[in-house]
Structures are given as C-alpha cells and as structure tokens.
C-alpha cells in the first residue's frame, strides 16, 4: 500500500511528541512493507529519523502567514510568493518562537482547519491535487489541526483518511478564550472526512470526544509505540542522574522538577540531614535536561540554573536531542520524570523510558494514568507539587528492588506492545 503521510513540521527547536510519534509511524508502517511518503506542512522535517520519500513542504509557513496578514498579496504571481518557500527562509522561520505559539496563530489556525471553506481554498486545492500526483492508496494526517486537507483531497480521491490525535487541547486552551470554542467546532465539523480518528489513550480518547462533540465511537486507540532497537538497556551512573526529557519549559514541568530536587538537597529531616544523605556518597545526583527550547522558555531556564546553583546541585542542558542523542542519555539514566502541570494524552517519553528499562515518576493525571498503572514501569504521586514529587523521587531511588521490577516491567511492555510495529498495526487494523 502506498500511503501518503502529511505532518506539520516544527522546525526541529524542540523535542515534539507528534514528530517522534510520526517517525515511529511510519518506520513501523514501512517496516510492515507499506510505501510511505512524508509529505511535510508549514516547515521542513529537519531531522527525520524514519528516512524516506519526502515531498515538498505545503503551505510554507512564511508565504501562508504574510497571505492571512496583508490579503492583497493573493493577487501577487504565484512564482513570486512560492519563492518564500525556499528551504532557508523557512529554516529561519523555523528559529522564531512565534512559529510554534498558539498565542496570536489562533486566527491562522482556524482557517487551516476550515480548508476548501476558509480563506485558503485555493491553495488546499492546489495540495490536494500535489497529493494526488502521488497516487497513494491512503492518507495520514499527523493531527486534528491537518483535517481541512481532507474535505479537498475526498473531493478528489476516493481513499481512506486517517487521522492521528495528539495532544491537541493543550494548543487550544494557550489560545485566546474567543477561538477556543470556534476551534472545536471547525475540528468537529472536517472530522466527518476522515473515516478514523486515532487516539493514543482511552482517556484522550474521551477527552476529546467531548471536546468535540463527536461520539467517543468514532475514534479508537493505539497506544503510542517507539522502535525498541534504537534504544539499550540503562546501566545507571554512579552517582545517581535524574533525566527529564522533553521541551524545556514551564507548561511541561521543568519547574517543578528543579524545586522538587533543590527540595531533597536542602530540606532536613529528623537527623539534620538532607533527604538524600547517605544515598549518594559525597556527591549530589545530577540534573540532566533533553528537549530543546525556544526563546520563550530562557527565563524559567535561567531560574533553574540559579536555583540548582544555590541548592549546591548539579544541572546539565543536553543541546542535542535527536533519538540517539535520547538513547544515549537515557541509556546511563536512574529515572526519568517530566511533571507537566497539564493533563497529556500520553507522554511518549515514558515509552522511551520503558524500552531504556528506566523507571518513570510523573503525576497521576490523564494518559500518564492509564500507561503506568497497565505496565508498572514507573511510580504515580498526587498533587502535583514540588514536595509530593520529592518524596516520589526519593522512595524510587532509595528501593533498589522497585525500580528494578519498574524496568523489568517496561521492557516488557514495550516488546509486547508499545512499539512502533503494534502502533502501526492498529492504525491500519481499519483500513
């Protein structure tokens, strides 16, 4: 089956669970002997690991949003305004926060979403018919915000459209309060061109569903899977290393997680000793971060690095996140705990983590829920607060035998099923 796979690129600034999840997609659905196409949106693939086919990038980012802020440039040769498509404009784009900001994008987002009915009609026209030119048996979209494409490919195409969902309320909810609920609806609306909507949890799943008002029937779940071979088993270094992998900023928890460690290297139990005393001979565990950042997220960066300094802890910024940048950190991790303070629908990192054999500490909330209580590959805390996560983080790395069955547990659930070929497996189950 040839299968045409559209994904919005974000210019590689930071660690996206829909681009890693997009990569173990389709490396599964070519490893299961599919013909895969990446057809990218918005900005270049930069550093795609499933290697492959690669169409040209749709609606270049800086043509479509100098063409929904200044209209009469609709009216300029269409030879002209391809030109802003060059890969090094959009590479350049791809640098500026803005591009990857709900905030002032709502207008934006909303005539994406609206496709042959919005503003653009002309130019999904034009990629609906770029499509077909590839002559694929089947379309993929990366995510809900993609489903205008779909309405103009069906009018041309009599093949099935798979819609993968991924975390699309936190985007709508860093929206401004007057498009959020105009967002749902114009998803709910182009949904009924897609013949599956696929989620990765039962409780995404539902969520969403109810965010658009459409029956939970009509979307069903794939676990989120990652490809177990590119990752080894960790053997832990010697003092202990707390990993959080993933963007580095506020809204996913980097806060909390650096008060929650200053937390143990500073507070005083009964003896006058720290939480980790003994634990770690003379030495403090190290701090490592792997995600990428945008300009936006420097201020809580820098409040980190003062708050470890003064804690006396140890921090270090992995620059490079690219997968075997990821395998190789988490390769030598003790835990692995990425706080968000907002309910997600998965959290491919804890995938991540499980085929490293590294136990997880995250919050009891939305998918992180419902992955860890079916494999036990890591240790659930409420509330969601600097002082709780202490205490989770300690009770893991002072029980040699918890995190021990935690990473065998991983391991296994990986091999059995979240990995890339199931995930694969399922989406097509439909087609």
Same mark, same amino acid.
């Given at each position: @089956?040839?299968?045409?796979?559209?994904?919005?690129?974000?210019?590689?600034?930071?660690?996206?669970?829909?681009?890693?999840?997009?990569?173990?997609?389709?490396?599964?659905?070519?490893?299961?002997?599919?013909?895969?196409?990446?057809?990218?949106?918005?900005?270049?693939?930069?550093?795609? #690991?499933?290697?492959?086919?690669?169409?040209?990038?749709?609606?270049?980012?800086?043509?479509?949003?100098?063409?929904?802020?200044?209209?009469?440039?609709?009216?300029?040769?269409?030879?002209?305004?391809?030109?802003?498509?060059?890969?090094?404009?959009?590479? @350049?784009?791809?640098?500026?926060?803005?591009?990857?900001?709900?905030?002032?994008?709502?207008?934006?987002?909303?005539? @994406?979403?609206?496709?042959?009915?919005?503003?653009?009609?002309?130019?999904?026209?034009?990629?609906?018919?770029?499509?077909?030119?590839?002559?694929? #048996?089947?379309?993929?979209?990366?995510?809900?915000?993609?489903?205008?494409?779909?309405?103009?490919?069906?009018?041309?195409?009599?093949? &099935?459209?798979?819609?993968?969902?991924?975390?699309?309320?936190?985007?709508?909810?860093?929206?401004?309060?007057?498009?959020?609920?105009?967002?749902?609806?114009?998803?709910?609306?182009? =949904?009924?061109?897609?013949? @599956?909507?696929?989620?990765? =949890?039962?409780?995404?799943?539902?969520?969403?569903?109810?965010?658009?008002?459409?029956?939970?029937?009509?979307?069903?779940?794939?676990?989120?899977?990652?490809?177990?071979?590119?990752?080894?088993?960790?053997?832990?270094?010697?003092?202990?290393?707390?990993?959080?992998?993933?963007?580095?900023?506020?809204?996913?928890?980097?806060?909390?997680?650096?008060?929650?460690?200053?937390?143990?290297?500073?507070?005083?139990?009964?003896?006058?000793?720290? %939480?980790?005393?003994?634990?770690?001979?003379?030495?403090? &565990?190290?701090?490592?971060?792997?995600?990428?950042?945008?300009?936006?997220?420097?201020?809580?960066?820098?409040?980190?690095?003062?708050?470890?300094?003064?804690? +006396?802890?140890?921090?270090?910024?992995?620059? #490079?996140? =690219?997968?075997?940048?990821?395998?190789?950190?988490?390769?030598?991790? =003790?835990?692995?705990?990425?706080?968000?303070?907002?309910?997600?629908?998965?959290?491919?990192?804890?995938?991540?983590?499980?085929?490293?054999?590294?136990?997880?500490?995250? %919050?009891?909330?939305?998918?992180?829920?419902?992955?860890? +209580?079916?494999?036990?590959?890591?240790?659930?805390?409420? %509330?969601?607060?600097?002082?709780?996560?202490?205490?989770?983080?300690?009770?893991?790395?002072?029980?040699?035998?918890?995190?021990?069955?935690?990473?065998?547990?991983?391991?296994?659930?990986?091999?059995?099923?979240? +990995?890339?070929?199931?995930?694969?497996?399922?989406?097509?189950?439909?087609?």
């Amino acid at each position: @089956m040839k299968i045409a796979y559209i994904c919005s690129g974000t210019g590689d600034a930071f660690y996206c669970e829909n681009c890693i999840r997009d990569n173990a997609m389709i490396s599964g659905l070519r490893a299961l002997g599919h013909d895969v196409v990446i057809v990218p949106m918005y900005l270049p693939l930069k550093d795609n #690991d499933a290697a492959g086919g690669v169409a040209p990038v749709l609606f270049g980012a800086v043509r479509i949003y100098l063409m929904d802020k200044f209209p009469f440039l609709k009216r300029f040769p269409e030879k002209l305004l391809r030109a802003l498509d060059h890969r090094k404009i959009l590479d @350049m784009a791809a640098s500026f926060a803005g591009s990857t900001r709900a905030g002032g994008n709502e207008g934006m987002t909303i005539s @994406m979403i609206e496709g042959t009915d919005g503003p653009f009609a002309d130019e999904f026209d034009k990629s609906a018919d770029a499509i077909k030119e590839l002559k694929p #048996d089947a379309i993929f979209l990366s995510n809900a915000f993609l489903l205008g494409i779909a309405s103009a490919i069906k009018s041309k195409m009599s093949i &099935p459209v798979v819609c993968m969902l991924q975390d699309e309320h936190v985007w709508v909810d860093a929206s401004a309060p007057e498009y959020r609920d105009k967002t749902w609806k114009s998803c709910a609306e182009k =949904s009924q061109y897609a013949d @599956m909507l696929c989620a990765h =949890s039962n409780w995404f799943r539902d969520k969403i569903a109810g965010l658009m008002d459409i029956s939970a029937d009509k979307i069903s779940v794939t676990p989120f899977g990652i490809d177990p071979n590119r990752y080894t088993l960790s053997a832990p270094s010697s003092p202990a290393s707390i990993g959080y992998i993933s963007r580095l900023c506020v809204e996913l928890g980097m806060g909390t997680l650096v008060d929650a460690y200053c937390h143990l290297l500073t507070e005083t139990g009964d003896r006058g000793r720290s %939480p980790l005393h003994g634990l770690c001979g003379d030495n403090v &565990p190290l701090l490592e971060f792997c995600g990428g950042y945008t300009k936006d997220d420097m201020a809580v960066i820098n409040t980190s690095r003062k708050k470890i300094n003064t804690s +006396n802890g140890r921090m270090v910024i992995h620059k #490079d996140f =690219s997968i075997d940048a990821r395998a190789e950190l988490l390769s030598r991790l =003790s835990l692995l705990s990425v706080p968000t303070p907002i309910s997600i629908a998965f959290g491919g990192f804890i995938t991540e983590a499980m085929a490293s054999g590294v136990p997880v500490v995250q %919050p009891d909330t939305g998918g992180f829920t419902e992955i860890i +209580n079916e494999t036990g590959a890591g240790l659930l805390y409420s %509330p969601n607060t600097p002082e709780a996560l202490a205490d989770a983080l300690e009770r893991v790395m002072r029980d040699d035998d918890l995190r021990k069955s935690m990473s065998e547990a991983g391991c296994k659930a990986v091999v059995s099923k979240y +990995n890339n070929i199931e995930m694969a497996r399922g989406a097509l189950a439909f087609l």
